[in-house]
Nanobody, 127 residues
C-alpha cells in the first residue's frame, strides 16, 4: 500500500523557520520525482518545489527562492522541506507528492503530474 505521511506543520512567527517531513511507505523515494505543493484558503494548489532527481535542476517558485530548500534522505525514505524566513503569505496547507513517471525525465510543477499525495500539514505564519 503506497502512502505518504506529511508532518511538521504548526504556528510560527514571521521570520522563523519550519522543517516539514514527508515519509514514504510502499515505495522507494530514490526513483521517484517528488514535490511540495501548498494551498491557501480560496486559492488553487500551487507547486513550490519540485525535484525529478538525477541531473534535472529542481523547480522553485519565485516566491520561495532563497528561503525554501528540498532535501532527500533515501536511507530514511523521506523528503524534507526546509522553510526559512517565513512570511505571512506562506500560510497554507502544505502537501508532499510523488510520482515515478517523470523521475529523471522531466520536471513537472502541476498537481496532475503526481499520483501519490500526503494528507497535508498546516503552516500558519503570524506577524
Amino acid at each position: 500500500d503506497v502512502q505518504l505521511q506529511a508532518s511538521g506543520g504548526g504556528l510560527v512567527q514571521a521570520g522563523g523557520s519550519l522543517r516539514l517531513s514527508c515519509a514514504a511507505s510502499g515505495f522507494s523515494f530514490d526513483s521517484y520525482a517528488v514535490a511540495w505543493f501548498r494551498q491557501a484558503p480560496g486559492q488553487e494548489r500551487e507547486a513550490i518545489l519540485c525535484s525529478s532527481g538525477r541531473d534535472l535542476s529542481p523547480f522553485y517558485r519565485d516566491s520561495v527562492k532563497g528561503r525554501f530548500t528540498i532535501e532527500r534522505d533515501n536511507a530514511k525514505n523521506s523528503v524534507y522541506l526546509q522553510m526559512n524566513s517565513l512570511k505571512d503569505e506562506d500560510t497554507a496547507v502544505y502537501y508532499c507528492a510523488a510520482d515515478s513517471r517523470s523521475y529523471g525525465r522531466q520536471l513537472i510543477n502541476r498537481p496532475g503530474g503526481y499520483a501519490y499525495w500526503g494528507q497535508g500539514t498546516l503552516v500558519t505564519v503570524s506577524s
